[in-house]
């Protein structure tokens, strides 16, 4: 059925995870100087810094599976667009406070469940991985859910913001619950995990969250996709990677 | 969450030009003179006070204003690893803002107040940070020049009479130092690049060695307040000592970097066991203070914007306090 080898789905697999935590991370950062509070500035950055040191550790796994001798920034920086795998949902813009935070709330349900789900993993490194992540982004789902409750519950203007950041995110939810080849291929060893099933708990999770914040919860089924195929990355995807990419296309083959 | 509401004030209140201020002047001087801290609840002369909080909160102020330069350069760090360190320098910076805040609000000045002060233009902050970060060798210059300017000025700080300064200062220091390194590591890994590299890291320094030797402030001849600043042991050493101490050090790593330092002037002097080194360009100097420099628009901007776009996000969580704080009143 697949034309990838084990090895080569193992690599897609450990590098479409980095991808999403990185960009995930990439747009939190966006937030240095921006924040609402020096607090909640100090958080993101928290957060970003998890994130980021996720993607590392998978980066680094797709390397060493891969055994080509790539390194975590060979593969974190010198690909071109359609070779990213991230979901959409990762590379949106960081738009108001109220849209991170729906952003990484949705995201980082997943990604607790994808991680818990993660740590089963036969394959002992990537279950390592994913032990240490899920601490991190069990951390995210408390601290994006409390803000979540606030602005959902706060005031007139901070529920119709946060209601509609709800609205238009839940169109990109779907797509973190479809699996890529290289998950379906690694499903056969226990490798990787059936995320499609996750998303009852994902549903049960953040619907009694948003009922809690006095929010809609929304009734769509339809979703964005493209990302964690490559064949269809949103319009800022570009942007970021012209900034991410920047130093390593402008000087090529350097030691930073 | 959002400032401290319980504000110490001082405990003892004597009338000005009393017979009782001018014994409590005296004892507090005493104290100073025999090095002893002095701590929020002490009494303490007005003028020392306000020597304190508008020094504190503009070194505060530094610390934030001066995660702007940096934070740009997050997202197009060159590897993972450097985008890791230099957020997390961006953050600690943060850090440090809040804590030294929460250390001038000993002396009864509200976060808020202060940062409204900055908002409006009446609080200044490091000079240094009106100057722009334009090239990835400045994350690693900045580490090594302001960071380590910063720490020139802050290991004296460390000893300052003012006991909740004196113990920030102790506990930034270390994470300066850090800062310091990494910068300098960066270099480090330029200057043994490309040559493409290794003029990124020559028009760096050029560009930000001058603007680092103003952050000791003006020379000790137009230094107004340094005297009596000196007398209370805010201040531990002149500026131009610690300026001096500074370009000392700087040489060698200089050296090591294999680059050059843009001053004609700099040679060593044999007799004084020091440097000597060219005049700074005072009009720059006074000019960039007084708000002319290349950014501090855009900086002060900055820092009005992010505070206006999270306004709703500040009254959304009060409003949500106050509710839940009256559900659980009438629980
Ligand atoms: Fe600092
Ligand atoms: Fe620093």
């Excluded at chain 1, 849209?99 to 089963?120: C, D, H, P």
């Excluded at chain 1, 973190?176 to 996750?198: G, K, P, V």
């Excluded at chain 2, 700099?266 to 066991?273: C, D, I, S, V």
Aim: some cysteine; proline content about 3%; aromatic content about 10%.
């Amino acid at each position: 059925m697949s034309s990838m080898t084990q090895k080569e789905a193992l690599t897609a697999y450990a590098t479409q995870i980095a991808d999403s935590s990185l960009f995930m991370g990439h747009r939190m950062s966006e937030w240095v100087f921006k924040a609402p509070t020096l607090e909640t500035e100090i958080a993101l950055m928290n957060c970003a810094l998890d994130l980021i040191g996720q993607s590392r550790s998978f980066y680094t796994y797709a390397g060493e599976a891969e055994g080509k001798g790539r390194s975590e920034d060979d593969i974190a920086y010198l690909r071109g667009q359609t070779e990213y795998r991230n979901p959409l949902i990762s590379e949106l813009p960081r738009g108001d406070w109220g849209y991170t935070i729906v952003k990484s709330y949705y995201y980082s349900v997943f990604a607790k469940l994808f991680f818990k789900a993660l740590t089963l993993s036969s394959d002992k490194q990537l279950a390592a991985i994913a032990e240490r992540s899920l601490k991190e982004v069990t951390y995210h789902v408390r601290y994006t859910g409390e803000w979540l409750l606030r602005l959902g519950d706060g005031t007139q203007e901070s529920k119709k913001r946060t209601q509609k950041s709800v609205d238009e995110l839940w169109d990109y939810v779907g797509e973190m619950f479809i699996m890529s080849e290289a998950e379906t291929q690694l499903l056969q060893d226990n490798i990787s995990t059936d995320i499609a099933a996750l998303r009852g708990a994902w549903d049960q999770e953040v619907e009694a969250l948003l009922q809690q914040a006095t929010l809609d919860v929304p009734t769509g089924t339809w979703t964005h996709e493209g990302g964690k195929t490559g064949k269809m990355h949103t319009e800022h995807f570009e942007y970021i990677l012209a900034e991410h990419q920047y130093l390593q296309n402008r000087y090529s083959g350097c030691e930073w | 969450m959002y400032g401290d509401t319980s504000i110490q004030k001082p405990m003892k209140i004597a009338k000005s030009g009393s017979p009782e201020e001018a014994e409590l002047e005296r004892n507090f001087q005493a104290k100073i003179d025999a090095d002893i801290k002095i701590e929020a609840n002490d009494w303490m002369p007005e003028a020392y006070r306000k020597t304190l909080v508008r020094q504190m909160s503009q070194h505060a102020h530094s610390e934030i204003v001066g995660m702007q330069p940096e934070g740009t350069w997050v997202t197009r760090a060159p590897s993972l690893r450097r985008k890791v360190i230099l957020l997390a320098k961006v953050q600690d910076e943060g850090g440090h803002g809040m804590y030294i805040y929460s250390g001038a609000e000993t002396l009864g000045t509200s976060r808020e107040t202060m940062l409204d002060d900055l908002r409006t233009g009446k609080a200044k902050y490091s000079s240094i940070f009106n100057y722009p970060a334009l090239s990835w060798a400045d994350m690693g210059t900045i580490g090594w020049l302001v960071d380590g300017a910063a720490i020139t000025n802050q290991v004296a700080l460390a000893r300052c009479s003012y006991g909740p300064y004196s113990r920030a200062m102790v506990r930034i220091c270390k994470e300066e130092s850090f800062h310091q390194r990494q910068g300098y590591e960066l270099l480090i890994t330029l200057s043994k690049g490309t040559q493409e590299q290794k003029d990124m890291l020559q028009e760096s320094v050029n560009r930000l060695w001058w603007p680092s030797l103003m952050m000791f402030g003006p020379c000790d001849d137009d230094s107004p307040h340094s005297a009596q600043s000196m007398k209370w042991k805010i201040k531990r050493k002149s500026n131009d000592t610690l300026r001096q101490e500074f370009v000392d050090a700087s040489v060698g790593q200089a050296k090591f970097l294999g680059i050059t330092l843009p001053d004609p002037d700099l040679k060593w002097n044999e007799k004084r066991g020091h440097y000597d080194f060219g005049e700074i360009d005072w009009a720059e100097f006074y000019d960039v203070i007084k708000g002319n420099g290349p950014c501090n628009r855009e900086r002060v901007n900055n820092v009005i914007k992010a505070h206006e776009d999270g306004a709703w996000v500040r009254t959304a969580a009060e409003a949500y306090a106050e509710k839940h704080a009256a559900k659980e009143d009438a629980a």
